[in-house]
């Protein structure tokens, strides 16, 4: 047996004393999808049903994904103090209590910016979650496990984009005719949040395994460490990552590879919602609700069931170019959506449930090649540095996506975005992956 055979066959030994992932891993990406959906989704129909302008909207919540492109200044810190399952547990109860501020901020006089505020502290306390959790996956999931429970991952977190995206945006019209009130009908829904959160986190306490190998480096070292010591290690992380093989290409092809999604993305549910005057397809929030966040993450939920299992089947390197085409190529429904306007649900729907597929499908791929970037001693916060740099990609861009469909128009706008899809294809090129990589084990 070799080495890497016996410290696989080790961390699984270690992993089968533990929970099996099937008791921690649904609820686990479910819970870390809500903040995630609640700032970067539900924020931006909150503040057009509230008259904020596209360009606005777009702006302000693209500059929410900041802390999750900073995190990497802060993410060694959960490496060097305390274990990856008390971070978990800890950012799961703040976000908790930030939902439920969020709800009462809506009623304020000055609810853009208080609300903006408190969507600060959420995403926050998510990023610094989704950091100690990326690393909790890769300690209670043994090397042979994670490619085929990133199915499960994006299977869980697909449906948190329905319960926790989908049915709020669906019922907020019928919660409107109640409350006569947009800000009481979204402060509602955010109660509700609250309350599933903060029940996942109760429920965690007892859930998450507990690995031998999740502890801190002040608990390895077994000794009480200096500031100028734990500085060092922090250095130290940040050099041991710039200093991989082929960095650069790596670097690019991150920031890069997501260039359209994330100029699509925080533009595609105001050009649903817009009137059709106005270049949109003029619809209302339960139509919205429906045609994508129901249909559309059930058909994305599909195709990133599909992807982890071909991955876990034939391996990353025989999959890569099919599922990067897929990940760019369904932009094109969005352009006949933008074209066409048409009119019947079932249409949008249809279009909508192909672009979602190819992406779900395709976007397994992006997050191995983030794993295998991150692989080594330091993986967690190295996993966090990518994917800060690959919030970085989606933050910029999407920043300015409101005012260059407002000065393109809907079509050419989501010509555009097609458009930026090359570079993508150009350095998956430049991506040197392993024969077995992804590869279930026999």
């Known amino acids: 047996m070799s080495a890497g055979q016996t410290e696989q066959a080790v961390h699984a030994g270690q992993v089968m004393k533990s929970r099996h992932g099937l008791w921690w891993v649904p609820s686990l990406a479910f819970l870390g999808a809500i903040p995630f959906i609640v700032a970067q989704s539900l924020s931006s129909v909150l503040y057009k049903n509230l008259g904020v302008s596209n360009a606005e909207i777009t702006f302000y919540t693209s500059l929410l994904y900041l802390p999750w492109v ?47 505020a408190v969507l600060w502290l959420i995403a926050f306390a998510s990023s610094t979650h989704d950091v100690a959790a990326d690393g909790f996956y890769m300690l209670g999931l043994a090397p042979s496990e994670r490619a085929s429970f990133i199915g499960v991952r ?72 200096s500031v100028d010591e734990v ?62 966040s129901i249909v559309g993450i059930s058909f994305l939920t599909l195709g990133g069931l599909l ?35 048409p009119e019947s649900l079932s249409v949008i729907a249809a279009a909508l449930a192909v672009e979602q597929f190819g992406y779900g499908f395709g976007f397994t791929a992006f997050l191995m090649i983030l794993m295998m970037i991150a692989d080594g001693p330091l993986k967690t916060s190295h996993y966090a540095l990518c994917t800060g740099f690959m919030a970085a990609g989606m933050m910029i861009p999407g920043m300015f996506s409101g005012m260059l469909s407002n000065y393109f128009g809907y079509p050419h706008f989501f010509l555009w975005v097609c458009l930026c899809t090359i570079p993508g294809f150009v350095l998956t090129a430049w991506i040197k992956v392993d024969a077995d990589y992804g590869k279930k084990q026999a």
Do not use: C
Not at 170 to 199: E, K, P, R
């Open 70 to 116: 900073i995190k990497p200044l802060w993410s060694p810190l959960v490496d060097i103090f305390k274990t990856k399952r008390f971070w978990v547990i800890l950012t799961q109860m703040l976000i908790g209590a930030s939902l439920f501020a969020l709800s009462l901020s809506l009623h304020t006089s000055h609810f853009f910016f208080i609300s903006l």
């Open 154 to 225: 994006s299977m869980f977190y697909r449906i948190a984009n329905v319960i926790g995206g989908g049915i709020p945006t669906l019922a907020s019209d019928s919660l409107f005719t109640y409350t006569g009130s947009w800000a009481a009908t979204w402060s509602i829904v955010f109660q509700v949040l609250a309350f599933i959160l903060i029940a996942l986190a109760l429920y965690h306490l007892w859930a998450l395994p507990k690995p031998a190998d999740d502890k801190s480096i002040l608990e390895v070292h077994g000794k009480q460490v």
């Open 231 to 292: 500085m060092r290690e922090f250095f130290a992380t940040f050099r041991a990552f710039f200093a991989k093989k082929d960095i650069a290409i790596a670097l690019a092809f991150i920031l890069l590879f997501r260039l359209g999604e994330s100029q699509a993305l925080k533009v595609v549910s105001l050009f649903m919602l817009d009137p059709r005057e106005k270049g949109g397809l003029g619809l209302s929030n339960h139509d919205f609700g429906l045609a994508y």
């Open 307 to 341: 992807g982890g299992w071909l991955i876990s089947r034939f391996g990353l390197r025989k999959m890569l170019w099919p599922m990067m085409a897929a990940v760019h190529l369904p932009n094109l429904a969005f352009l006949f959506l933008a074209y066409a306007q």
